[in-house]
């Protein structure tokens, strides 16, 4: 069965830190992918999407992520995390045919301290 | 703006009671779902509507309904037949095409009295 898997439940981070966090999809062709992040108590906002194309996308508030097919995953990356980085973070594939609708990850609860 | 608004922010439901919950869009997108969020189950579909007057189940739809008779909103009734409905709901809509990403909601969250 298709599925997305976070393997990280929460991470831990000093700020000013790089921030790697997993994301790998079980899925025979390369779906869409997104990551979306979510503060307590808030509905989701889009950080970055991948449909084609370079395998490196840039998002909103620094964060980037790399697409590599061999190993099925679409990790998200920033360099120096900030306080306000503070929050849940989400990967959600659409995949292709059907009512192509987002199938998202357990998420990974991400904690920065001083 | 343009945007997705959820209410109430916060709802309670006596045991037995149908309730429900509000979802309206001014971004003239044509589909719209309704998510349940549980801590560490991420989210899971209730329900998606594609067109107007046209809805279908998501994975956990038992105990919910919906209806679609505007472009713009999208109520999620939590009906007594739902044993656990308290959470956290997220509403979301995204234009026509396929690839496109969802935008979302500030949500709702329902606690059983």
């Known amino acids: 069965a298709q599925s997305v898997t976070q393997p990280d439940i929460h991470i831990t981070v000093s700020e000013g830190a790089s921030l790697e966090l997993r994301c790998n999809y079980s899925y025979g062709a390369t779906p869409y992918l997104f990551w979306y992040v979510q503060s307590p108590g808030q509905g989701l906002q889009l950080l970055l999407k991948y449909f084609s194309g370079d395998t490196l996308v840039q998002g909103i508030k620094g964060f980037e992520a790399e697409f590599k097919r061999s190993q099925s995953s679409f990790n998200l990356r920033k360099p120096s995390v900030h306080w306000s980085d503070a929050a849940e973070y989400f990967c959600a594939v659409i995949l292709w045919g059907g009512a192509n609708n987002l199938f998202f990850g357990t998420g990974t609860r991400l904690t920065v301290i001083p | 703006d343009g945007g997705i608004t959820q209410s109430p922010k916060y709802l309670f439901r006596k045991e037995g009671q149908n309730v429900t919950l509000s979802c309206e869009q001014n971004?003239?997108?044509?589909?719209m779902y309704w998510y349940r969020q549980d801590p560490g189950q991420g989210l899971r579909l209730i329900y998606y509507s594609q067109i107007v007057n046209d809805f279908q189940k998501g994975d956990i739809a038992e105990g919910y309904s919906v209806s679609r008779e505007k472009k713009e909103s999208f109520p999620l009734t939590v009906t007594s037949a739902q044993k656990n409905p308290t959470a956290f709901y997220l509403c979301a809509s995204k234009v026509g095409h396929s690839n496109q990403p969802q935008h979302f909601g500030d949500g709702t969250r329902l606690s059983i009295l």
């Open positions: 971004l003239n997108h044509d589909a």
